[in-house]
């Protein structure tokens, strides 16, 4: 194990990776953390992805003897079943009687009271690695938090599964919203532990207090690895094709295009029932227990069914996938109405839905990005805690 100094922020990272080896992640490191939380209060921000092996990283903190004293839930909730833009409220966890509480909705950042007598915080969620995926923004408020009351911040990192490639237009500060929170490209290309540095590193939080962050990064890791999740993140996000698809394909969640929610395939499919080929369908329906009611929900939609493309994904070139917005905008009937208020926000500007609407191809719109890319691409190196891919 190496441990260096990073701008005042302690790192204890890998050895040269032998690449033939399994990911260890940060959480399964307890070797390194589990010293530092002794006799601490400690809260967690975790989900149902943050496992040790097969133990929950809370039930393990517990065993070991360190005193948990709250959990805090993203967007989800603690156990990941609750659909996108589902309430979720304050409660208990049933095996622990640990106290939940929830950080999406109006309380996204943590209170000074949520975090009284509180010594660490540790945050070990999943991420997918896209801009709008709001496991970010959670950590960004939390980090925010720890820093006005001066608790110390500790990242547990995991890898990325589209951590092999940097695409997308960088968002343009007018469009900060919970989905997109700092000046950042649709697919970022850095692991959680990279990104809470960056935004450390960068001062992008809204507060003059230091953050006293630690990290604890991964063995065997490095961002040419195409990396398949164990525990899926989401309820819509239910396998690794679905995760491969996601940045290119949330897009059309500003648009009038459904992308399979409400089916055995989210994130895997596209359509509308007004689209002109017929060769493949899918109808939507509101999931038993969910209070979300699916775009087109019991409609027949028509479109395409990405599961081939998305198997193959480790032969594909890592880079957004434009081609299929392009074609719905194309195709479809009622171009006036084809994007929603959604769509700026999701894209992080204005200008891509200009582009689209005057016909650019996916190659002069691509070109349009460059110059921001480049320069995010210089701030992101900065930050890499792994070796990057070519």
Not at 197 to 206: A, Q, R
Not at 273 to 289: A, I, L, N, R
Not at 317 to 339: I, Q, S, T, V
């Amino acid at each position: 194990m190496k441990k260096i100094y990073f701008a005042g922020i302690i790192l204890f990272l890998f050895s040269v990776p032998s690449y033939s080896q399994s990911i260890r992640t940060g959480a399964e490191r307890t070797e390194v953390y589990f010293r530092w939380l002794k006799n601490k209060n400690v809260a967690v921000v975790a989900n149902q992805t943050s496992l040790i092996q097969k133990t929950h990283l809370v039930d393990s903190l517990l065993n070991a003897g360190i005193k948990v004293k709250k959990i805090f839930c993203p967007e989800h909730g603690f156990r990941g079943e609750a659909q996108e833009g589902e309430k979720v409220n304050n409660s208990k966890d049933k095996r622990t009687g640990l106290p939940l509480i929830s950080l999406y909705g109006k309380h996204k950042k943590p209170s000074s009271d949520d975090l009284e007598d509180i010594d660490a915080v540790v945050f070990d969620l999943q991420d997918v690695g896209t801009r709008f995926y709001t496991y970010t923004s959670t950590m960004s408020y939390v980090m925010e938090a720890c820093a006005e009351n001066k608790i110390t911040f500790i990242v547990l990192d995991r890898p990325n599964p589209n951590g092999f490639y940097v695409d997308g237009p960088v968002m343009e500060t007018a469009f900060v919203s919970f989905v997109g929170l700092f000046p950042v490209p649709i697919v970022h290309g850095l692991t959680v532990a990279e990104y809470a540095l960056m935004i450390n590193g960068e001062k992008w939080l809204k507060t003059k207090h230091r953050l006293k962050l630690k990290v604890v990064g991964m063995e065997n890791y490095n961002h040419s690895i195409r990396y398949s999740l164990p525990v899926m993140p989401s309820p819509n996000l239910p396998n690794a094709n679905a995760v491969f698809l996601y940045p290119s394909l949330c897009l059309f969640e500003g648009t009038v295009v459904s992308v399979g929610r409400g089916t055995d395939k989210p994130f895997q499919i596209f359509g509308h029932p007004d689209y002109p080929e017929h060769d493949f369908s899918f109808t939507p329906h509101q999931k038993p227990g969910s209070s979300i009611i699916p775009s087109f929900n019991k409609k027949t939609c028509y479109g395409i069914d990405l599961t081939i493309y998305a198997e193959n994904h480790r032969y594909t070139e890592g880079k957004l996938n434009l081609e299929w917005l392009l074609l719905m905008y194309k195709k479809l009937p009622d171009a006036k109405n084809f994007f929603n208020d959604y769509f700026d926000t999701l894209a992080g500007n204005h200008t891509l839905q200009q582009q689209i609407k005057e016909g650019l191809s996916e190659e002069k719109i691509r070109e349009s990005w460059q110059q921001d890319l480049n320069k995010y691409k210089k701030i992101r190196k900065k930050y890499l805690l792994y070796p990057d891919f070519e």
